[in-house]
Protein backbone atom coordinates (compact mmCIF):
# COMPACT_ATOMS: atom_id res chain seq x y z
CA UNK A 1 0.00 0.00 0.00
CA UNK A 2 2.27 2.24 0.68
CA UNK A 3 4.12 1.50 -2.36
CA UNK A 4 1.07 2.50 -4.06
CA UNK A 5 0.02 5.69 -2.14
CA UNK A 6 3.73 7.13 -2.96
CA UNK A 7 3.93 6.52 -6.61
CA UNK A 8 0.80 8.51 -6.63
CA UNK A 9 2.24 11.20 -5.21
CA UNK A 10 1.34 10.83 -1.45
CA UNK A 11 3.98 11.28 1.19
CA UNK A 12 3.39 8.24 3.38
CA UNK A 13 4.00 7.57 6.94
CA UNK A 14 3.65 4.21 8.57
CA UNK A 15 2.89 3.10 11.69
CA UNK A 16 3.88 -0.29 12.94
CA UNK A 17 0.80 -0.53 15.95
CA UNK A 18 -2.24 0.99 16.86
CA UNK A 19 -0.38 3.23 19.83
CA UNK A 20 2.61 4.04 17.43
CA UNK A 21 -0.59 5.51 15.26
CA UNK A 22 -2.11 7.36 18.35
CA UNK A 23 1.56 8.39 18.72
CA UNK A 24 1.95 9.87 15.50
CA UNK A 25 -0.61 12.14 14.95
CA UNK A 26 0.56 15.53 14.02
CA UNK A 27 -1.24 18.52 12.21
CA UNK A 28 1.04 17.54 9.03
CA UNK A 29 -0.89 14.89 8.39
CA UNK A 30 -4.10 14.93 6.24
CA UNK A 31 -5.50 11.38 6.40
CA UNK A 32 -5.01 8.49 8.38
CA UNK A 33 -5.86 4.78 6.95
CA UNK A 34 -6.18 1.94 9.66
CA UNK A 35 -6.88 -1.26 9.95
CA UNK A 36 -9.01 -2.29 12.27
CA UNK A 37 -6.86 -5.86 13.61
CA UNK A 38 -3.77 -3.76 14.70
CA UNK A 39 -1.01 -5.08 17.22
CA UNK A 40 -1.37 -3.38 20.87
CA UNK A 41 -4.58 -1.33 19.85
CA UNK A 42 -7.02 -2.08 17.72
CA UNK A 43 -8.20 0.07 15.22
CA UNK A 44 -11.41 1.18 16.48
CA UNK A 45 -9.96 2.50 19.62
CA UNK A 46 -6.75 4.15 17.40
CA UNK A 47 -9.97 5.78 15.58
CA UNK A 48 -11.24 6.79 18.70
CA UNK A 49 -7.95 8.37 20.64
CA UNK A 50 -6.53 9.90 16.90
CA UNK A 51 -10.07 11.20 16.70
CA UNK A 52 -9.33 13.15 20.15
CA UNK A 53 -6.35 15.06 18.60
CA UNK A 54 -7.28 15.28 14.81
CA UNK A 55 -10.32 16.32 13.04
CA UNK A 56 -8.58 14.82 9.57
CA UNK A 57 -10.27 11.76 7.35
CA UNK A 58 -10.10 8.43 8.89
CA UNK A 59 -10.56 5.53 6.43
CA UNK A 60 -10.72 2.01 7.58
CA UNK A 61 -9.25 -0.61 5.17
CA UNK A 62 -10.00 -3.70 6.83
CA UNK A 63 -10.94 -7.41 6.11
CA UNK A 64 -13.68 -7.16 8.97
CA UNK A 65 -16.89 -6.53 6.64
CA UNK A 66 -19.51 -6.97 8.71
CA UNK A 67 -22.29 -4.67 9.22
CA UNK A 68 -21.59 -3.92 12.49
CA UNK A 69 -17.87 -3.71 12.18
CA UNK A 70 -18.92 -0.97 9.73
CA UNK A 71 -21.13 0.33 12.11
CA UNK A 72 -18.67 0.37 14.87
CA UNK A 73 -16.08 2.26 12.92
CA UNK A 74 -18.16 4.87 12.06
CA UNK A 75 -18.86 5.47 15.36
CA UNK A 76 -15.42 5.25 16.42
CA UNK A 77 -14.82 8.09 14.12
CA UNK A 78 -14.58 7.19 10.83
CA UNK A 79 -15.04 8.97 7.71
CA UNK A 80 -14.87 5.90 5.01
CA UNK A 81 -14.87 2.36 5.25
CA UNK A 82 -13.74 0.02 2.63
CA UNK A 83 -13.36 -4.04 2.85
CA UNK A 84 -10.56 -5.99 1.56
CA UNK A 85 -9.64 -7.61 -0.93
CA UNK A 86 -10.25 -4.06 -2.63
CA UNK A 87 -9.99 -2.20 -6.05
CA UNK A 88 -7.00 0.06 -6.06
CA UNK A 89 -8.95 2.71 -8.37
CA UNK A 90 -11.71 2.41 -5.79
CA UNK A 91 -8.66 3.16 -3.28
CA UNK A 92 -7.43 6.36 -4.92
CA UNK A 93 -10.84 7.76 -5.77
CA UNK A 94 -11.86 7.85 -1.82
CA UNK A 95 -8.58 8.91 -0.46
CA UNK A 96 -8.73 11.95 -3.05
CA UNK A 97 -12.69 12.53 -2.03
CA UNK A 98 -11.52 12.40 1.63
CA UNK A 99 -9.22 15.07 0.83
CA UNK A 100 -11.19 17.33 -1.54
CA UNK A 101 -13.72 17.50 1.33
CA UNK A 102 -10.70 19.36 3.25
CA UNK A 103 -9.84 21.90 0.49
CA UNK A 104 -13.31 22.01 -1.02
CA UNK A 105 -14.16 25.18 -2.87
CA UNK A 106 -17.29 26.88 -1.78
CA UNK A 107 -19.49 27.93 -4.54
CA UNK A 108 -21.47 30.61 -2.19
CA UNK A 109 -19.97 34.28 -2.38
CA UNK A 110 -20.18 35.09 1.04
CA UNK A 111 -17.44 33.76 3.93
CA UNK A 112 -19.85 33.31 6.23
CA UNK A 113 -23.56 32.17 6.97
CA UNK A 114 -25.31 32.92 10.19
CA UNK A 115 -28.27 30.95 11.21
CA UNK A 116 -28.17 31.84 15.30
CA UNK A 117 -26.82 30.74 17.62
CA UNK A 118 -23.88 29.61 14.53
CA UNK A 119 -21.87 31.54 12.31
CA UNK A 120 -20.13 29.03 9.58
CA UNK A 121 -17.08 30.08 8.38
CA UNK A 122 -16.85 28.80 4.99
CA UNK A 123 -13.17 29.91 3.95
CA UNK A 124 -11.86 28.29 7.37
CA UNK A 125 -14.41 25.54 7.44
CA UNK A 126 -15.12 26.11 11.13
CA UNK A 127 -18.32 25.93 12.77
CA UNK A 128 -19.24 28.78 15.70
CA UNK A 129 -22.19 28.59 18.30
CA UNK A 130 -22.54 31.53 20.10
CA UNK A 131 -19.26 32.78 19.41
CA UNK A 132 -17.40 29.89 20.21
CA UNK A 133 -15.85 27.25 18.39
CA UNK A 134 -17.29 24.27 18.07
CA UNK A 135 -14.67 21.03 16.74
CA UNK A 136 -16.24 18.97 13.48
CA UNK A 137 -14.50 16.67 11.02
CA UNK A 138 -14.40 17.28 7.29
CA UNK A 139 -17.16 15.08 7.12
CA UNK A 140 -19.18 16.79 9.98
CA UNK A 141 -18.31 20.19 8.51
CA UNK A 142 -20.16 19.30 4.84
CA UNK A 143 -23.08 17.78 6.86
CA UNK A 144 -23.94 20.79 8.85
CA UNK A 145 -22.95 22.82 5.92
CA UNK A 146 -25.65 21.46 3.68
CA UNK A 147 -28.10 21.50 6.49
CA UNK A 148 -27.71 25.06 7.51
CA UNK A 149 -27.85 26.14 3.58
CA UNK A 150 -31.13 23.93 3.24
CA UNK A 151 -32.84 25.10 6.60
CA UNK A 152 -36.17 24.41 7.12
CA UNK A 153 -36.17 22.09 4.54
CA UNK A 154 -36.61 18.00 5.02
CA UNK A 155 -33.44 16.32 3.08
CA UNK A 156 -33.78 12.80 2.69
CA UNK A 157 -30.92 10.54 4.23
CA UNK A 158 -30.31 9.72 0.53
CA UNK A 159 -29.94 13.60 -0.13
CA UNK A 160 -27.15 13.96 2.30
CA UNK A 161 -25.41 10.77 1.57
CA UNK A 162 -25.08 12.13 -2.20
CA UNK A 163 -24.31 15.49 -1.49
CA UNK A 164 -21.38 14.65 1.40
CA UNK A 165 -20.27 11.15 0.05
CA UNK A 166 -20.99 11.52 -3.50
CA UNK A 167 -23.22 9.35 -5.79
CA UNK A 168 -20.53 6.43 -6.33
CA UNK A 169 -20.85 5.53 -2.94
CA UNK A 170 -22.84 3.12 -1.87
CA UNK A 171 -23.75 2.98 1.62
CA UNK A 172 -26.21 2.19 4.24
CA UNK A 173 -27.67 4.98 5.49
CA UNK A 174 -26.30 4.55 9.32
CA UNK A 175 -23.88 6.36 8.06
CA UNK A 176 -25.77 9.39 8.02
CA UNK A 177 -27.32 8.46 11.66
CA UNK A 178 -23.97 8.02 13.36
CA UNK A 179 -22.78 11.33 11.93
CA UNK A 180 -26.09 13.26 13.08
CA UNK A 181 -25.58 11.54 16.09
CA UNK A 182 -22.05 12.79 16.89
CA UNK A 183 -23.03 16.18 15.32
CA UNK A 184 -26.00 16.85 17.71
CA UNK A 185 -23.75 15.86 20.81
CA UNK A 186 -21.83 18.88 19.63
CA UNK A 187 -24.17 21.18 19.10
CA UNK A 188 -27.25 20.79 21.22
CA UNK A 189 -27.85 21.92 24.46
CA UNK A 190 -29.81 18.71 24.93
CA UNK A 191 -28.79 16.01 22.23
CA UNK A 192 -31.60 13.24 23.58
CA UNK A 193 -33.92 16.29 22.58
CA UNK A 194 -32.84 17.91 19.63
CA UNK A 195 -33.69 21.38 19.03
CA UNK A 196 -31.58 22.07 15.96
CA UNK A 197 -31.45 19.13 14.13
CA UNK A 198 -34.66 17.46 14.03
CA UNK A 199 -35.63 14.15 12.46
CA UNK A 200 -38.39 13.46 9.96
CA UNK A 201 -39.44 10.05 10.88
CA UNK A 202 -38.91 7.30 7.88
CA UNK A 203 -37.19 10.30 5.71
CA UNK A 204 -34.10 11.95 7.00
CA UNK A 205 -33.28 15.67 8.98
CA UNK A 206 -34.30 19.05 9.07
CA UNK A 207 -32.16 21.63 10.31
CA UNK A 208 -34.36 24.56 12.19
CA UNK A 209 -33.67 28.11 12.00
CA UNK A 210 -34.35 30.49 15.34
CA UNK A 211 -37.36 32.47 14.85
Partial sequence: LNVLLSSEGYDVIEAKDGQ???DMVSDDIDLYILDIMMPIINGYQACVE???KSNAPILFLT???QEEDKLEGFISGADDYMVKPFSIKELLFRISALLRRIKKDDTINT???ISLPFTLNLDK???FKDGKEIELTPTEFSIVKYLIT???????????LEEVWGSNY??????VDVNIRRIRNKIEDDPSKPKYIQTVWGYGYCFRKED
Avoid: H, M, V
Wanted: without cysteine.
Fill in 125 to 127: RKL
Fill in 150 to 160: NAKKSLSRDQI
Fill in 20 to 22: EAI
Fill in 63 to 65: AKG
Fill in 50 to 52: IRK
Fill in 170 to 175: LYDFKI
Fill in 111 to 113: NEI
